[in-house]
Structure formats: structure tokens, C-alpha cells
């Protein structure tokens, strides 16, 4: 199942990553999606917080450094996780305090992802 819900990111991602302005943001959707994949078991309340899944945060934390690759991050996010039924997003907006990690955004399918600094 998580195989199957990988394979619908990578597709939200592929087409995400056609419609994010690319001139500005250093990071793709490629890398987002590669970074969270491990914690689709954990949002969808199927499984444990993996360190996979909190190293995955740390590291797309680490790559988006700018504005326009927070929100090209978040825009990617944000499609991604409509495509994958189940998502629980209180859940989804714990991970990064839970991880350690200090977003000033919080997780939510109504973000507007312009706002994210």
C-alpha cells in the first residue's frame, strides 16, 4: 500500500513540478517527495514516527533555505498529500516539532502556500 500511495506522489510530484515557477526555487518536487516518503505510514495513522521519516524533514528543512524553495516545498506538499486518501493532517502538523525541527508554517491543506516565508 505505501508502494501504491509512492507511486501517486511521484506522479502529483512530477506534475506539480510543471506547474511550480522553476527560475527561482533551487529544490524540486523530486526531492520533497523523496524526503517525506517515509512518513506516509505514520500521516495516514498506519504506523509509528520513523527516524527515516524525521531525517527526511531535517533534510528538506536543511534544503529549503529560501522563500521560493519553502514555497515551491510547500506547493509540492500540499499536492502530494491531496493525492493520498487518508491523511490524517493533524497528525501531519505534529511531525515537524516532533522531529525537532521549527517550521514557521503549519502543515495544513488550506495553507496558502504565497504567505510561507
Known amino acids: 500500500m505505501v508502494k501504491v500511495a509512492f507511486v501517486m506522489v511521484m506522479s502529483i510530484a512530477a506534475v506539480a513540478v510543471m506547474l511550480i515557477p522553476h527560475a527561482e526555487a533551487d529544490i524540486s518536487c523530486g526531492q520533497v517527495v523523496a524526503s517525506l516518503s517515509p512518513c506516509i505510514s505514520y500521516v495516514r495513522q498506519a504506523g509509528v514516527l520513523s527516524t527515516a521519516c524525521c531525517s527526511g524533514i531535517k533534510t528538506l528543512n536543511g534544503q529549503a533555505i529560501t522563500t521560493p524553495d519553502r ?34 508554517y503549519k502543515i495544513s491543506p488550506s495553507i496558502d502556500c504565497s504567505t510561507v516565508k
Open 71 to 104: 514555497q515551491a516545498a510547500c506547493n509540492c506538499i500540499k499536492s502530494a498529500a491531496a493525492a493520498i486518501s487518508g491523511i490524517n493532517f493533524g497528525r501531519a502538523s505534529t511531525l515537524p516539532s516532533k522531529c525537532g525541527v521549527n517550521l514557521p
